[in-house]
């Protein structure tokens, strides 16, 4: 069985053709500025010569679905022969609001709810349905799997989800906590479980997800308690560009002080905060500790601050949690980045949290990177978003 998992964003298509057989990745690539000039494709067969960047004219998302399957089924560069040989699509959707806690085929009732949350995802839910209706125009009888970010965090309790704020505007427009990265979330607690040797039924795990962008979830049994981004991923952790938690009336200030609207303010605490705002240098941590060894105070500060709000987070679900067995660090930096997992864990010497330097200098793959004694134990899980996309479609169909 193969299955094609599609992942669309505001101007970017990024895709994989997964064979479930042995689960190998027969071709993966990403369409990006997708409704802009200069819109291009990179295309990566496994095994064979691909290409990179191709310059293509995509209007919208539905001409970059039709150069995929184009790219999928070309005598070169292919890695199919025909259409059908696609079992079925998994489509990556941002934004499940309250409704879906799982995964589900789509049908015109899940498109429904998928236009129903475009004002809680506006940048990603209608490009996922585009996608999702473009693949429906081009392979009708395909099934099309939907995926929500959101999915995972719908078991927290309500004292998690609610927002101390006038009730109504929960009962008007459903505005509480969501949480993202749920399908990074659910892979990686399910796998520290399996590798770490924890009982399924009695365990309490926090995922640190550190990619760009940035969260942590509480999972007691396998089952979300507590995540740190909220009605839209901009809540919690500082991250590459996103400020995470600031006093909201800091959107104000800014707004009157520079005559900005609230729309703009927003866009400055996504797009230009985070490390990236407070440095000044970059949002990516391997020019910020280049930058930081090299004597450049902000960059330092920024990497002390993230690390800071990382550890403060940490200690607050282990309160949730009344304790913790477990701490996963997972995505580009987590996985990567053993300076940051080790200052991180510095804060945690309370909790009897002890790293193995040697194992914390590996990078990239499993590993346990506490040492036997530790009270808590610490892994990395690498995560592979578009791998438990593919495993939930193929079990739904
Ligand atoms: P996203 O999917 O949110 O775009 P990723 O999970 O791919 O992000 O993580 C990207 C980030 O991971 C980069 O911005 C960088 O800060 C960090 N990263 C990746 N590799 C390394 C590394 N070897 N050392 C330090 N940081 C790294």
Redesign the pocket.
């Known amino acids: 069985m193969k299955v094609l998992v599609l992942n669309c964003g505001s101007s970017s298509l990024k895709y994989q053709l997964i064979d479930m057989e042995n689960e190998s990745v027969l071709a993966k690539g990403i369409c990006e500025k997708i409704g802009m000039d200069g819109s291009m494709i990179s295309h990566t067969p496994t095994g064979k010569e691909g290409f990179k960047e191709r310059k293509e004219p995509m209007p919208d998302h539905k001409a970059a679905v039709k150069l995929v399957i184009d790219a999928l089924l070309d005598k070169n560069w292919g890695v199919i022969s025909d259409m059908k040989e696609i079992d079925a699509v998994g489509h990556r959707v941002l934004h499940g609001g309250k409704y879906y806690s799982e995964s589900i085929v789509v049908n015109p009732d899940v498109k429904r709810v998928i236009r129903e949350c475009f004002d809680l995802g506006p940048l990603h839910n209608p490009a996922n349905l585009i996608g999702i209706e473009a693949c429906e125009a081009l392979m009708p009888n395909t099934p099309q799997v939907a995926v929500f970010d959101t999915a995972f965090h719908q078991t927290m309790p309500k004292k998690a989800y609610t927002y101390a704020i006038p009730y109504e505007y929960y009962d008007k427009y459903a505005i509480r906590k969501y949480g993202f990265h749920g399908t990074s979330h659910s892979f990686v607690s399910k796998r520290a479980i399996e590798f770490g040797g924890l009982d399924p039924k009695n365990s309490k795990v926090i995922v640190c997800h550190l990619?760009?962008?940035a969260s942590l979830s509480a999972v007691v049994n396998g089952k979300c308690v507590d995540t740190s981004m909220g009605l839209t991923p901009l809540e919690g952790l500082i991250m590459?560009t996103r400020s995470g938690d600031v006093d909201p009336a800091v959107v104000q200030y800014i707004a009157n002080k520079e005559n900005k609207t609230v729309d703009e303010v927003l866009n400055i605490l996504n797009k230009k905060s985070g490390v990236f705002g407070l440095s000044g240098v970059s949002?990516?941590?391997?020019d910020l500790e280049a930058a930081a060894n090299s004597g450049n105070e902000r960059a330092k500060d920024a990497v002390e601050a993230f690390v800071y709000r990382v550890a403060k987070y940490i200690g607050s679900y282990v309160a949730a949690m009344n304790g913790v067995d477990a701490i996963v660090f997972t995505?580009?930096?987590g996985e990567?980045?053993g300076k940051t997992r080790s200052r991180i864990c510095a804060y945690l010497g309370y909790l009897g949290v002890k790293l193995d330097d040697e194992m914390n200098k590996l990078?990239g793959k499993e590993m346990v990177i506490s040492t036997p004694d530790s009270k808590v134990k610490v892994l990395v899980i690498p995560t592979n978003e578009e791998l438990a996309i593919a495993r939930e479609t193929i079990a739904l169909i």
């Open positions: 990619g760009n962008g590459g949002s990516d941590f391997r995505a580009g930096l990567n980045d990078r």
